[in-house]
């Protein structure tokens, strides 16, 4: 495995997650994140301590709120933050790109690297960059303090886009030489419609309204996805998988998602007992308010851009629509209008204009 030097975006749950990991596997790891006490506080440490699934001490290079110290050097940039801020941080990267870098969004939730690479092109960045995108973060996790990071679970298996697609080679040379979990796949359309994120979270979310409202604490996967709740969601999913063929693409279902990332039960097992059956969501709870990125976020930058994919190759998502429908009416004023056409830089594309712009 050779060493490479990397930035590490966000130093969330997830971005510590991984920037503790890759320490870890003998990586020289930096990281950025606009909170000044997690940056000192990691810095005072001198790394992150993660537990669990994974457990060590990662030595990290340095922490810093300076993007132009975190990119500068640095072989690969990985962003792990929630794609409400990939045009936002994509613009603060824009000035310090350089060429050759490999620049991963981990994950892109849907259509997070069409995002990225137009607010890339409106900040002037000509940098020849490598753009890649994974379906889904690889960890289970949630960081107990700045520097310490609990890991449930990691994942069996990962996608790995690359944008445009025939970057693929240079992407896994860089990525999965060090991160063997993630799988390439053939461009980022398949990443993009093979986020769990957006089948998991906005619906049982809003279908459990009153029980989050309530104030009753309970285990988000393990009993929040009932039955009823789980048909429900694979519903959706057959309108996801209706959309990849109409992209010519020959998706997994999301049972087969769930073997993939978790190895656990079978494709035949009912979604809500695959849920119940994954060890690595013991102990998930869920919240009591439906203001959390499982809508705020997954609704607008996921369900919006799995809408705005349909909308071009004229695929129709009424379970889709219903979820993006109720929590609108629920939220009144709340939702961002998040990846339509426009802000993807897709409008008035026909399906085989979409193909060959992602290469």
Same mark, same amino acid.
């Given at each position: ?125 000509? $940098? &020849?960059?490598? +753009? ?7 960890? #289970? ?5 700045? =520097? /310490? ?117 079978? $494709? &035949?097992?009912? +979604? ?7 060890? #690595? ?5 869920? =919240? /009591? ?71």
């Amino acid at each position: 495995m050779k060493e490479k030097k990397w930035a590490v975006i966000g130093a969330g749950n997830g971005g510590q997650a991984v920037a503790g990991h890759l320490a870890l596997l003998g990586q020289t790891v930096r990281i950025f994140d606009v909170v000044r006490e997690t940056v000192d506080e990691i810095n005072r440490r001198g790394g992150i301590s993660v537990s669990h699934a994974l457990s060590g001490f990662g030595k990290i290079e340095f922490a810093t709120c300076e993007m132009e110290e975190a990119l500068n050097g640095a072989d690969n940039v990985m962003i792990v933050l929630p794609s409400i801020h990939h045009e936002s941080i994509a613009a603060k990267c824009a000035p310090f790109l350089r060429d050759g870098q490999v620049v991963l969004l981990h994950p892109e939730a849907s259509c997070g690297a069409l995002a990225f690479r137009k607010a890339l092109s409106d900040a002037g960045c000509r $940098a &020849d960059i490598t +753009l890649g995108a994974v379906n889904t973060l690889l960890y #289970s996790c949630r960081s107990v303090a700045p =520097g /310490d990071v609990y890991i449930y679970g990691i994942k069996k298996e990962v996608q790995l886009a690359a944008m445009p697609a025939s970057r693929i080679v240079t992407l896994s040379e860089n990525i999965c030489s060090v991160l063997p979990w993630m799988k390439p796949v053939a461009n980022v359309l398949v990443t993009s419609l093979s986020n769990p994120n957006a089948m998991m979270h906005p619906a049982p979310m809003l279908l459990n309204t009153s029980r989050l409202e309530s104030n009753q604490p309970f285990e988000y996967y393990h009993e929040g996805i009932t039955p009823s709740i789980g048909r429900f969601i694979e519903n959706m999913d057959r309108e996801r998988l209706a959309l990849g063929e109409a992209f010519g693409l020959r998706l997994d279902n999301i049972r087969e998602l769930y073997v993939k990332m978790y190895g656990c039960d079978n $494709a &035949d097992t009912p +979604l809500y007992q695959i849920c119940r059956n994954n060890p #690595s969501y013991e102990g998930i709870m869920a =919240g /009591d308010t439906l203001r959390t990125r499982y809508v705020l976020e997954d609704i607008p930058y996921s369900l919006r851009s799995i809408q705005s994919l349909a909308h071009i190759a004229g695929v129709e998502t009424p379970h889709i629509d219903t979820i993006v429908s109720l929590a609108e009416e629920m939220l009144p004023g709340e939702i961002d209008e998040g990846r339509t056409e426009a802000a993807l830089g897709i409008a008035g594309m026909s399906p085989d204009q979409l193909l060959g712009y992602i290469g």
